[in-house]
């Protein structure tokens, strides 16, 4: 699907995203993540050899996330996904440096680590009406 300007902005700015894996059991498993676009409305996220969402990606590729405006937390989207492609070696490591300079200002400090990219089934992006206060 094509994916939301405003869902895609979310994703690509230094917003924290929450992923929502499937356990064995079929329980649900969240956990904070970075998140980023990739290749034309795809999202992606990265993690390391062992994590326990790794596993859980292995035996059911459906994601669910949600993000929220660091600087306005009334703005925040959701997606439902499933993985399309697991990327590793430099073609990983040149997203997870996009997003860590993004959220640190430096390369990813780690030198491996898998990145997951999913194709977007349902976007929503929502406003609420609030206004924050200042001062």
């Given at each position: 699907?094509?994916?939301?300007?405003?869902?895609?902005?979310?994703?690509?700015?230094?917003?924290f995203?929450?992923?929502?894996?499937?356990?064995?059991?079929?329980?649900?498993?969240?956990?904070?993540?970075?998140?980023?676009?990739?290749?034309?409305?795809?999202?992606?996220?990265?993690?390391?050899?062992?994590?326990?969402?790794?596993?859980?990606?292995?035996?059911?590729?459906?994601?669910?996330?949600?993000?929220?405006?660091?600087?306005?937390?009334?703005?925040?989207?959701?997606?439902?996904?499933?993985?399309?492609?697991?990327?590793e070696?430099d073609?990983?490591?040149?997203?997870?440096?996009?997003?860590?300079?993004?959220?640190?200002?430096?390369?990813?400090?780690?030198?491996?680590?898998?990145?997951?990219?999913?194709?977007?089934?349902?976007?929503?992006?929502?406003?609420?009406?609030?206004?924050?206060?200042?001062?």
């Open positions: 699907m094509k994916l939301p300007a405003e869902v895609a902005e979310l994703f690509d700015r230094p917003n995203a929450h992923v929502a894996t499937v356990l064995k059991d079929g329980g649900p498993h969240v956990v904070a993540v970075w998140a980023c676009t990739v290749a034309d409305d795809k999202v992606a996220f990265f993690r390391q050899t062992g994590s326990l969402k790794a596993r859980n990606l292995d035996g059911d590729g459906r994601v669910a996330m949600s993000v929220v405006d660091h600087d306005d937390p009334y703005k925040t989207a959701t997606i439902q996904g499933h993985l399309v492609e697991i990327r070696g073609a990983a490591l040149e997203v997870m440096d996009v997003m860590s300079v993004r959220h640190t200002g430096e390369p990813f400090p780690f030198r491996q680590g898998v990145l997951y990219v999913f194709e977007v089934d349902k976007a929503n992006f929502q406003k609420l009406g609030f206004e924050r206060k200042t001062g």
